[in-house]
């Protein structure tokens, strides 16, 4: 993995010096001979539902297999914490290649011990846990597919996760009055590549489940280019002067999915989350107790769930 | 309608600071720019680069008129134009009036004092008495024996109390009464149990505006957003950011095991009109009364450059006795903007991160919870 890992490092570096080795590399060979079938109106056709296929949403860095979202110290390391116990296998992270160019997120020094609190709290912390819109660029890589629709002078990206959608405006459409979870977003084409630049953020949302955070202040530069039939590359970079010292970059291939009757379906996942935000409101609470038998050698699992309100200034 | 219940405090406020941004150019504006007889004539239907007819923009249904014929419009299914005027002056006295009166101390006191405040004040009535045209008497057709009992137990399950009819959510937002929803009791008075958040009504849930689609012309955020690519139609709601991504390849609807609280649409061009057939609705959310057997057919043809005309058709034998059809006009934002003023009000959409604000929802449960523990007493508002 680590040999694997250092040559994709190559590949997504932009440096002159290595620009002539990596031409000589496969995948970037491939983007530059590849040509995107065209719109009517001769735009290139990024059209159709994307996913992308690796563990960015779990943590955007590289990583080794983890035992659950949730952890609490055991003799040799980590062992699931009860919240996810039941969970089994389902509940581990699985490993990871890095999607972070130099497999670094240059936090400012300051900023560090909140990523660490937030890697420590996740379960509890993670916006998406509440089924809050993801943000961009999270959006993109969730475990759930988006879908673009190539207007003429609106560009739809609608995400399966939580519904969320937005409008990438290509008649620069000046930004949100207020702050914005999606962000505001105003495009331009560049030769084959769509570029998105991303503003206007509130400071809630999350790059992905291991804590790592961003400002008010956060700005993000998409690429979305076509490399195949079926693929689309994906690239962001972000800049955010109060969280991070310098600018730094993500990028993955995105894959079309491939069903013939492909269809971007519900998630309203608002719903989903009301027992987990207001089950302690109910007249009659519903999750109180909990008995799971796991059979020879676990045996029965046994949960008394008991909550406390918040405190309301 | 949350409106009235104080739902989603924080996402309200957001809309208000939007509503006034957006609102201050438009108030000095009367009306659309007149058009020259001219400028109407020499307009063609524009089409988008693969030649479909565009209907791309931002379009919105302010409109102030009933979903069902007033009792005093019996037997007029058209306005003069004596009485359209007279209509716009009652609907901008209904919006701006002082709702506080109806029963003072009470518990709608607090609600009802969500006033013109927080409202688009661009909405006017349109000629229509009703904005039903089908059946001709300009209301909902009576409901099925079978309607009724299943729209009772469903509001029976929910502690609410009126009819199916009363249930205007996203209907009668420009100005009803309370006592005019048909719904009575609860905290907020209008037939609202708080023991769960599955009490509370959709908008407040942020689940979905009003009863979902079709959508009905409410207090504020009537917006759409229309996109077109050759194969697919996207209709994005502003309220819920609720997008429908509609495919016009003439594929099947799908599963019956797949059930939305937006249903599942598919399109077609019949000429120049968009027909959208609609199914999968799921049982958790109902139209009118209409649960999962609902089927809507929705027509929108672009009649000029200002206007889409908008027509939904909704059937379900086991609801009602015959299928009934709403006709209303969408109305270009552009059109109804200054187009040269400050660059910061040109016409767009915002995002309703209604769940992520919804503070209401939690405030309500709260509130009650107070309540039964002997707090505060019923004249308490849910704050």
């Not at chain 2, 009863?211 to 050759?230: K, T, W």
Request: hydrophobic share 40%.
């Amino acid at each position: 993995m680590g040999a694997s890992f250092r040559l994709s490092m190559v590949e997504v570096s932009v440096a002159a010096a290595v620009v002539a080795f990596s031409a000589l590399a496969r995948p970037t060979a491939g983007q530059q001979s590849y040509t995107a079938p065209r719109t009517a109106d001769g735009r290139p056709n990024l059209n159709g539902i994307w996913q992308a296929v690796n563990t960015a949403n779990d943590d955007l860095l590289a990583h080794a297999a983890r035992p659950a979202l949730a952890v609490t110290p055991g003799p040799l390391g980590p062992v699931p914490a009860a919240p996810v116990l039941a969970l089994g296998a389902e509940g581990g992270i699985p490993a990871g290649l890095s999607v972070v160019e130099g497999d670094t997120i240059p936090y400012k020094p300051e900023a560090i011990a909140t990523k660490k609190a937030n890697f420590e709290n996740s379960l509890t912390r993670d916006p998406i846990i509440r089924c809050y819109l993801p943000g961009i660029p999270r959006a993109t890589y969730m475990p759930h597919p988006f879908q673009i629709v190539q207007g003429t002078n609106t560009i739809m990206m609608m995400y399966e996760f939580a519904g969320a959608t937005r409008a990438i405006h290509l008649d620069k459409v000046p930004s949100a009055p207020a702050d914005t979870w999606m962000g505001h977003s105003n495009g331009r084409w560049e030769g084959d590549t769509l570029v998105v630049d991303v503003g206007s953020f509130t400071d809630q949302t999350w790059l992905d489940r291991s804590g790592d955070f961003h400002s008010d202040a956060l700005q993000v530069v998409e690429r979305y280019t076509r490399t195949g039939p079926d693929h689309l590359r994906y690239e962001a970079t972000i800049t955010d002067p109060k969280v991070f010292t310098r600018s730094w970059k993500i990028s993955m291939p995105l894959y079309r999915r491939m069903e013939p009757n492909a269809q971007l379906l519900e998630y309203k996942c608002v719903e989903f989350v009301e027992e987990l935000m207001y089950g302690h409101l109910r007249k009659q609470p519903i999750n109180q107790h909990w008995e799971g038998d796991l059979v020879i050698p676990a045996g029965t699992l046994i949960f008394d769930l008991k909550r406390r309100p918040p405190v309301i200034q | 309608m949350s409106r009235r219940t104080l739902a989603s405090v924080g996402a309200l406020a957001a809309v208000a600071v939007l509503l006034l941004l957006a609102a201050v150019p438009v108030a000095g504006q009367s009306a659309a720019k007149p058009k020259t007889a001219a400028a109407a004539s020499a307009w063609t239907l524009p089409r988008t680069p693969d030649g479909q007819p565009d209907l791309q923009g931002i379009w919105a249904n302010k409109v102030t008129t009933p979903l069902e014929r007033p009792a005093k419009y019996a037997g007029k299914a058209i306005l003069t134009d004596e009485e359209l005027a007279q209509a716009e002056k009652d609907a901008a006295a209904t919006r701006f009036r002082d709702n506080r009166s109806a029963k003072p101390g009470a518990v709608t006191d607090v609600g009802r004092a969500y006033d013109a405040h927080w409202f688009d004040r661009t909405g006017k009535p349109i000629r229509q008495t009703s904005l039903i045209v089908d059946p001709p008497d300009g209301r909902i057709p009576p409901m099925t024996p079978q309607g009724k009992a299943r729209y009772a137990a469903w509001a029976e399950s929910l502690g609410r109390t009126g009819s199916p009819t009363g249930v205007t959510e996203g209907n009668s937002a420009f100005g009803l009464d309370a006592e005019e929803d048909g719904t009575v009791g609860g905290i907020d008075g209008r037939g609202t149990r708080a023991d769960n958040p599955e009490d509370r009504r959709f908008s407040e849930r942020c689940l979905l505006w009003g009863e979902g689609i079709p959508r009905l012309p409410g207090g504020y955020n009537n917006n759409f957003r229309i996109v077109q690519a050759p194969d697919y139609v996207v209709i994005e709601l502003e309220m819920i950011h609720d997008a429908r991504v509609i495919p016009l390849d003439g594929r099947p609807h799908l599963s019956p095991s797949i059930r939305n609280w937006l249903g599942d649409s598919r399109g077609r061009w019949e000429t120049d009109t968009l027909v959208i057939d609609t199914t999968n609705f799921t049982d958790k959310r109902n139209f009118k009364g209409s649960f999962q057997g609902m089927h809507l057919v929705e027509r929108l043809r672009r009649v000029n450059a200002d206007t889409i005309e908008y027509r939904a058709t909704i059937e379900d034998p086991t609801t009602w006795t015959k299928p009934w059809t709403m006709m209303f006009p969408l109305t270009n934002l552009q059109s109804i903007h200054d187009t040269e003023a400050d660059v910061a009000t040109v016409p767009q959409m915002f995002e309703y991160a209604c769940h992520e604000g919804n503070y209401g929802l939690a405030g309500q449960l709260r509130g009650q919870r107070a309540v039964d523990a002997g707090a505060g007493g019923a004249k308490t508002g849910p704050r």
